[in-house]
């Protein structure tokens, strides 16, 4: 997962750099605004990648670096998940956990399929 959204990011910062003036006066310049992209981009994939999304008997349960979410089995009104190609590729999957009172609907990376 951390490779696609590395080329993804790269790419941007590639399109966007041909609009970009950069000569010597401006180079250093450059050089910080590609550090603080990537290092913002870092901070991205790590986040993402914290994502885990266990499926139990009688709980589902949302763990990211800040917060852990558990649903009860039943209070879910509906649970599905979507796999596009590239997440195909790479092993993913996204979770959509719908509850019975619509007030915790979640839908996030679920990171490897390992972990329903």
Known sequence: MPWKTLIKGTILVAIFSIFLDIS????????????????????????????????????????????TKRFRISDIQDL???????????????????TKRGEHTHKGPAGRKACL
Request: glycine share 4%.
């Open 24 to 67: 010597r006066r401006t180079f250093i310049s450059y050089l910080e605004f590609l550090g603080v992209t990537y290092l913002l981009l870092a901070i991205y994939i790590w986040w993402k990648t914290t994502v885990r999304v266990i499926i139990n008997s009688d709980q589902v349960e949302v763990k990211s670096f800040l917060s």
């Open 80 to 98: 599905f998940y979507n796999q596009g190609i590239l997440q195909r590729k790479f092993d993913l999957i996204s979770i959509y956990v719908i």
